[in-house]
């Protein structure tokens, strides 16, 4: 079945920038897109980044556009999110996911998304 497990999540000052990593085990991970999702608290779990099987530049919610890039370590079977200039809008758990369908494009759609990793906490505040 495959597990993911999120890390990098940090207390953050506005302006600042963190890497997230998710690094997946069980499976190949290029085989599948990966998705990058986040939940602050009361509001619904959102779509913020993806990777289709692949490659490419990924897809981004209009809200971290030019802020954040996503990128892929196949070697260590690895998906990060770089966050740069965070505001404290930003401030979520942060989770990634892999789409269900096996060589598939990327989309921001939660229930597109069946593998869930534990999920790793931003802060952005002063």
């Known amino acids: 079945q495959g597990q993911l497990v999120e890390s990098g999540g940090d207390l953050v000052q506005p302006g600042g920038s963190l890497r997230l990593s998710c690094a997946a085990s069980?499976?190949?991970?290029?085989?599948?897109?990966i998705g990058w999702f986040r939940q602050a608290p009361g509001k619904e779990r959102e779509g913020v980044s993806c990777?289709?099987?692949?490659?490419?530049?990924?897809n981004y919610a209009d809200s971290v556009k030019g802020r954040f890039t996503i990128f892929r370590d196949n070697a260590k079977n690895t998906v990060y999110l770089q966050m740069n200039r965070l505001q404290p809008e930003d401030t979520a758990i942060y989770y990634c996911?892999?789409?269900?369908?096996?060589?598939?494009?990327?989309?921001?759609?939660?229930?597109?998304?069946?593998?869930w990793g534990q999920g790793t906490q931003v802060t952005v505040s002063s």
């Open positions: 996911a892999r789409r269900r369908n096996l060589f598939s494009l990327c989309v921001l759609g939660v229930k597109e998304y069946d593998l």
């Open positions: 069980g499976f190949t991970l290029d085989y599948y897109a």
């Open positions: 990777l289709s099987s692949s490659g490419g530049s990924g």
